[in-house]
């Protein structure tokens, strides 16, 4: 392949990424016009149409989206070895995009960066936190932190953080004049501050087990939110019962501004794993990220080996 021709070929990428001329040409430190020039080259020397404009943005045609999905991940593996080559410097470097849920990023991801990272300033991480799924391979993620139950089995997974346990609480003044629940059962008496969720938009459903008996129970409540800092504040103004890490409402819990309830309804269960797809090489970059976040003796675990909550 001929140099030009890879550069045109990267040119697409990120027109197709950034479904914008305007804002590709800003991306790569070219003109719109030089731009639009190597995209109508390249599609006249593979004799289709790859790009197609509409009145909002540019979208890739049928043929741009076969082309896509072999494209992202031939570059992906071009970057890991050029990024792996950073081996030979005196300190690791390159560039790490982490999708994270909020949680785990402010009590594992940041605590680590802000540790780690001061001494290698050309390592550069860009963490993207959102409630919901993302495809790692196809939005061009190093890596994902989710719960270990939830990571799907072709990806390798590590160990990050310790056992989590979820807790129901909520304010003295809530529970004036209200019997707190015994079971999850009762939880259809209380005012319950729900988590929408952004995988398929869908309301969380709070989950309890005793005694080998599991239970997802839906509650209702006047309001809903996508953000649980948002939640645990509505429990703490008296609006409601909410269900959160426990970490997330220790401090709460301790000084007697929340009250929590059963307890014996919520077991530990598996912690929060970075994962990332069996085929890529790390690079040294990634590799020391990895060793930092890693967590327990044997932290280092493929997803089948993962405990399950369900």
């Keep these: 392949m001929r140099r030009e021709e890879l550069v045109d070929l990267n040119a697409f990428l990120v027109v197709a990424e950034e479904e914008s001329f305007t804002r590709a040409a800003a991306k790569l430190g070219t003109s719109q016009s030089a731009l639009s020039y190597t995209i109508r080259r390249l599609e006249e020397r593979l004799g289709v149409r790859l790009l197609v404009r509409t009145t909002r943005r540019v979208a890739p045609t049928e043929a741009g989206e076969r082309l896509l999905k072999t494209l992202g991940p031939a570059l992906d593996d071009i ?11 005196d300190k690791p470097a390159g560039n790490i995009r982490i999708t994270s849920s909020e949680h785990a990023a402010r009590s594992i991801l940041w605590p680590t960066f802000k540790r780690l990272l001061p001494d290698y300033p050309d390592i550069h991480v860009e963490l993207v936190v959102e409630s919901g799924f993302s495809d790692i391979v196809a939005e061009r993620f190093d890596a994902g932190v989710r719960l270990g139950e939830s990571i799907a089995k072709d990806m390798v997974a590590v160990r990050i953080g310790p056992d989590l346990r979820m807790a129901v609480v909520g304010t003295p003044g809530y529970f004036a004049g209200r019997k707190k629940p015994e079971t999850p059962h009762d939880l259809s008496h209380h005012a319950c501050l ?7 938009g869908g309301i969380y459903a709070w989950e ?18 996508n953000n649980a800092r948002m939640i645990v504040d509505a429990c703490l103004d008296g609006f409601g019962l909410c269900s959160m890490p426990e970490d997330m409402v220790a401090e709460h819990v301790a000084s007697g501004m929340l009250v929590r309830v059963l307890r014996d309804w919520c077991p530990s269960f598996a912690g929060y794993h970075l994962y990332y797809p069996s085929r890529r090489q790390p690079s040294a970059a990634f590799a020391l990220i990895v060793k930092a976040l890693r967590h327990g003796a044997d932290a280092t675990a493929a997803s089948s080996d993962v405990p399950k909550r369900s």
């Design 79 to 89: 970057a890991v070895e050029i990024a792996s080559i950073s081996e030979f410097r």
């Design 194 to 200: 729900n988590l929408r969720l952004a995988t398929a």
């Design 208 to 225: 309890f087990e005793k005694d080998g008996r599991e239970l997802r129970v839906k509650v209702d409540g006047q309001y809903a939110f």
